[in-house]
């Protein structure tokens, strides 16, 4: 099973979506977006770029096992993180999305919910 996107609005009346496990864990829970259309956008947008993503891995080196139990502590602490560096975009050979279905209908009707989009 699938994990679900579920769209609400948060304190600030703005809109959000939260990633959920199928188990009901909450994976992410995206910025506030202006309105809905923008916030279905960033759904779309999240389902096409995961599948692609890089791993950057930003973690300090842990030591192995039977050595110091306490990773070392840096001598000198930034105040602010070093900015990332840019990561170069994998070229796109496909379309991970089925083609939107144009029929002006509403993205919440049922018919779309419950049953899958043709692939």
């Known amino acids: 099973m699938a994990g679900m996107f579920e769209l609400f609005i948060d304190e600030d009346t703005s809109f959000r ?5 199928p188990d009901g864990t909450v994976v992410a829970v995206s910025k506030s977006f202006p309105d809905k259309r923008a916030a279905v956008s960033g759904i779309s947008d999240v389902r096409e770029y995961a599948g692609m993503g890089l791993i950057t891995d930003l973690c300090p080196e842990v030591p192995v096992r039977g050595t110091s139990p306490t990773p070392p502590v840096p001598a000198v602490r930034q105040t602010s993180p070093a ?5 170069p975009v ?3 050979h496909h379309s991970p999305l089925p083609p939107r279905e144009r029929t002006g209908r509403p993205w919440h009707t049922p018919a779309l919910v419950d049953h899958p989009a043709p692939v």
Do not use: E
Not at 17 to 21: G, I, V
Not at 83 to 87: D, E, G, I, N
């Open 90 to 92: 994998p070229p796109r």
């Open 83 to 87: 900015p990332m560096p840019q990561l």
């Open 17 to 21: 979506f939260r990633l959920k496990a």
